[in-house]
């Protein structure tokens, strides 16, 4: 076992894990974040997307014990008070979501992406949802979604 | 509280949205309970073995073992197969852990039982096998052939089932017609790739005999009954939940080999037991799509005015059926004709066992196999009869109807108007633009050429007549239910069969039942996926949630507004005949004023103070809809593509999707699907197959081999669902749109590819249109020339 200490959506947490376990393993089974979704072995879908220390990272490719010292941001803390973010509420008017497990993921990756890009194209868009898959939406509404909220709106192509 | 707005066709943000965008969905793997245990399969490194021992002590050593269970060590039946197509099939027993050989990757031969995942996944690798390798053939024509190795000894043969739709009209005009064409076309494996895996808890009540089994499934109702056969669970005492499921696509219509083993251990041990897929036993273990090979014969006239259509097909089952496998292609059967009108019609298929995953249901099953072969069949037609490919369509389509009309295949599609479908996405393509551009580029012999791409399709939804399944041999009905409770403060309870994975059925149907009894949707509650809950229901699949279950909260509803009338009469002092129903309300004829809405007749029928005699309390009704004929989607797909003549590489351009589905409920849903459905069949034309090694190893085993496309790939997509020809099958109109663009895309664009190349020589080119596989036609075309 190995000492952890780290600050998840805010609060500070110290635990003992074992070496191997990942930091979405962590998150969801011994912090009860179950909001970060696990979808594949092989880091390519993109469903357990965090923050780490404000950078969007896949947390099925940390371990936990990478994220000693560290601030992780999980989609719990993304709305406040069960007021939706702006970004969560253009995925709501924009049909952004069917089954709702890669969202979390789309929704951590792409406010890291608008941080740095506020108004970007709808081909930045794309490029920058390449390492989170979606099996439902075919990304069209999700691509519009992040446009809207960035203020931006679809055919502004690059 | 009282609405008089119409919902139906408005459209209505999801209800479902707040807990999945927030991260408070419960899908199956946030669910955990005290005392439970996990759940890890033993699938050992062989593909085609005969088992000589398998070794569990090391494994049973292991820290947090609870046990180590072989197939003697539970007493489980053999896993459902509920389609015996034909009277002399041949059923490969199947059972949740194979004793004597294993037969695919995904093949089990034991499970270990741990105090956590990780312990259950470490014994699982320390459990040995040791076992006789066998040759393993994952080609279909090769397991067809003579003296191929059997994957079920016992059955004699490799090829278990053959099934011949009787055909129709004179079979001879595949000799005489003055065109003939003659095509072979592969379509490859999928593997569906849902992004939350499978998985399952199973808890319950040793001393009671009570148990209950949270899955990610789409058919928990399915999955009652047929487990209760397995397990020897009392059907009574079996309750199983679909909690939030992340996705389905057919891979979770079926019943499993880990549900039923979760079920027998926490029944045998008295613990919870839960197991949660890995993406690499994702791709061995939950059923694959497709995989089959077409000959085609299309007899027509000189101007391509087709004759007659045939089909011999040859598909993949796997090395066991699952749920439904034989049954897909058979699904197929009936829409080889598309929206056409020829008077021969003969279509036929050999199910054959291979050394793979078992074959099933994926989004579409079998309805985008044939749409597959029937429209790039229509393409070659028109090559050969020097047309373009829009004309031929155009001459060959049904004419309009909008009652039941009988079709060659012999069955009767509800209504159709196909010819507008078409000029609609012509329109929206800017079809004669596009073909000038293509000969611009053809005449400056560009590196880059266009191609265009057109399918119009017809399918099948609302499964099913439940007389028509039973002649099919289908071993249950193809009904729905819906149960309507009105509550004394206004709002009104749906619980429905029909169990969504992102489909927005709290919302649709909450709009159906806000238009029906003239209540907000806000104040509708729509309760589904809990067979103690919801006990009538047939799930979710083939595009019938709407078609069936959506028309059976039609009919509870009437039943409520039936009882409903009988206390507004009484309470207002007139006959029942003197009442409409208008503007959500029940009005006495000439005094519309003098009214009672729903939720006041709720209330008088809870607090039932005053009721009239013989009525009941309460304001509820249940419905049980068993559709009278199958609906029928139909549309005009079209896309360009811009191809690569020096490396291959395809790009779509421009791709619309013109759907009839019938009414529309919520245009923003539809239109959703049909973005997820098209993406679909792009992934399927051209990115997505299951490819093996010569030793029948899986090589696309993985989300990095397999490649599913992310938003750079998939293109910006054109719909139009304004078109609304009513089904005459439901009094809601309606049809289906689930799997129409999965059904209609893979054609679209490869004859987009193909026609981008026909100035070459190009004729052909396989799913996908990979990069290599379009290099390689242009050489061999190329080659051809020379």
Not at chain 2, 449 to 473: D, K, V
Not at chain 2, 727 to 736: A, D, E, H, I
Request: proline share 6%; net charge negative.
């Amino acid at each position: 076992m190995t000492h952890v200490s780290l600050t998840v959506n805010g609060a500070h947490h110290q635990a003992d894990v074992e070496p191997r376990t990942l930091l979405v393993y962590f998150l969801r089974e011994q912090l009860g974040l179950t909001g970060t979704n696990v979808g594949c072995d092989t880091s390519s879908c993109g469903s357990c997307t965090v923050h780490l220390d404000g950078e969007s990272v896949k947390s099925c490719t940390l371990l936990a014990v990478q994220a000693d010292g560290r601030e992780v941001t999980t989609i719990e803390a993304v709305a406040t008070d069960g007021e939706l973010s702006p970004l969560q509420e253009s995925f709501h008017r924009h049909h952004g979501l069917q089954c709702g497990y890669c969202t979390p993921g789309m929704i951590m990756a792409a406010s890291s992406f608008l941080k740095e890009n506020p108004s970007p194209t709808e081909e930045e868009v794309r490029e920058a949802l390449e390492g989170n898959l979606c099996r439902c939406t075919g990304y069209q509404n999700i691509v519009e979604s992040i446009l809207d909220a960035a203020g931006q709106t679809s055919g502004a192509r690059a | 509280m009282v609405s008089t707005e119409r919902f139906i066709g408005q459209p209505v943000l999801r209800k479902e949205d707040p807990d999945l965008l927030t991260g408070q969905a419960r899908y199956i793997d946030d669910w955990t309970m005290p005392g439970m245990v996990w759940m890890a399969m033993v699938r050992p490194p062989y593909v085609h073995a005969t088992i000589e021992a398998v070794d569990t002590t090391a494994a049973a050593a292991m820290p947090g073992v609870v046990g180590v269970f072989t197939a003697d060590d539970l007493d489980l039946g053999a896993l459902p197969f509920v389609w015996p197509i034909t009277e002399d099939i041949k059923v490969p027993v199947h059972y949740a852990l194979t004793k004597d050989k294993i037969r695919f990757a995904g093949d089990a031969v034991a499970v270990v039982v741990a105090a956590s995942r990780e312990q259950a996944i470490d014994a699982a690798e320390a459990v040995s096998v040791r076992a006789t390798v066998l040759p393993a053939i994952t080609d279909i024509e090769e397991a067809a052939a003579d003296g191929a190795t059997l994957i079920h000894e016992d059955l004699g043969t490799n090829v278990t089932v053959h099934w011949v739709h009787g055909g129709a009209g004179d079979q001879g005009v595949f000799d005489t017609a003055p065109v003939i064409v003659t095509e072979r076309y592969i379509q490859p494996r999928l593997i569906p790739n849902a992004i939350e895996p499978r998985g399952c808890l199973a808890y319950g009540v040793q001393s009671m005999g009570e148990y209950t089994l949270v899955s990610s499934t789409q058919i928990p109702h399915i999955v009652k009954v047929t487990l209760s056969g397995v397990t020897g669970i009392a059907e009574q005492k079996l309750r199983v939940i679909a909690p939030d499921v992340g996705g389905g696509f057919g891979s979770k219509l079926n019943v499993y080999a880990e549900e039923a083993l979760a079920l027998g251990l926490a029944k045998k041990l008295g613990v919870p037991v839960k197991w949660i897929e890995g993406r690499g036993e994702n791709y061995v273990g939950t059923i694959h799509g497709r995989g089959v090979l077409h000959d085609v014969t299309l007899a027509a006239d000189k101007d391509g005015k087709l004759i007659g259509m045939k089909f011999v097909e040859l598909a993949d089952m796997g090395a066991y059926y699952q749920l439904l496998t034989p049954g897909i292609p058979e699904l197929g059967g009936w829409v080889y004709m598309g929206p056409y009108d020829p008077q021969t019609y003969w279509y036929e298929f050999r199910g054959v066992l291979t050394n793979t995953t078992p074959t099933d249901a994926y989004r579409g099953a079998g309805r985008p196999e044939a749409t597959y072969v029937v429209e790039r069949a229509m393409d070659a037609l028109a090559r050969k009869v020097g047309k373009d490919p829009a004309e031929v369509r155009r001459i060959n389509l049904h004419p309009p109807f909008d009652e039941a009309t009988p079709f060659i295949c012999g069955l009767s599609v509800d209504s159709g108007n196909f010819e507008p479908l078409l000029d609609k996405a012509l329109e929206l393509v800017d079809y004669d633009a596009m073909r000038a551009e293509q000969r611009t580029r053809r005449d400056r012999g560009d590196v880059k050429q266009l191609g265009i791409g057109i399918t119009t399709y017809i399918e099948m939804c609302g499964l099913a007549p439940s007389n028509i399944l039973g002649a099919l041999r289908y071993a249950a009905g193809g009904w729905d239910g819906a149960t309507i409770e009105c509550l004394p403060l206004g709002e009104v309870i749906l619980k429905t069969g029909t169990s969504p994975h992102g489909q927005g059925h709290e919302t649709s149907w909450a709009q159906i039942v806000a238009d029906g009894l003239g209540v907000d949707p806000d104040k509708v509650t729509v309760l589904h996926g809990d067979t103690m809950i919801t006990p009538l229901g047939m799930d979710t699949y083939g595009s019938r949630s709407l078609s069936v279950g959506g028309v059976a909260i039609h009919y509870a509803m009437e039943k409520v507004k039936e009882k409903a009338r009988t206390i507004a009469a009484h309470e207002l002092e007139v006959s029942e005949d003197d009442l409409d129903w208008s503007d959500g309300s029940f009005r006495v004829k000439g005094a519309p004023d003098k009214a009672r809405t729903i939720p006041e007749i709720a209330l008088s029928a809870w607090h039932a103070h005053a009721l009239p005699d013989g009525v009941e309390p309460s304001l509820h009704a249940t419905a049980v809809y068993d559709p009278k004929n199958f609906t029928w989607p139909s549309g005009a797909h079209a896309c360009v593509v811009e191809v690569d003549t020096e490396t291959g590489h395809t790009d779509i351009l421009r791709y619309v999707a013109v759907d009839d589905c019938g009414t529309v409920i919520n245009p923003m849903i539809v239109e959703g699907q049909v973005h997820g459905g098209v993406a679909q069949g792009v992934a399927e034309a051209l990115y997505e197959e299951a490819i093996y090694d010569d030793l029948g190893n899986l090589m696309t085993s993985s989300m990095t081999q397999y490649l599913i496309p992310s938003a750079m790939e998939i293109p910006h997509m054109i719909t139009d669902n304004s078109q609304e020809t009513p089904s005459s099958t439901n009094p809601l109109g309606v049809k289906g749109i689930g799997e129409a663009g999965t059904i209609a895309s893979p054609p679209t664009v490869i004859n987009a590819v193909v026609d981008a190349l026909s100035h070459l020589g190009v004729t052909d080119v396989g799913k996908p249109a990979s990069p290599e596989r379009v290099w390689r036609a242009i050489r061999e075309a190329k080659g051809a020339l020379a």
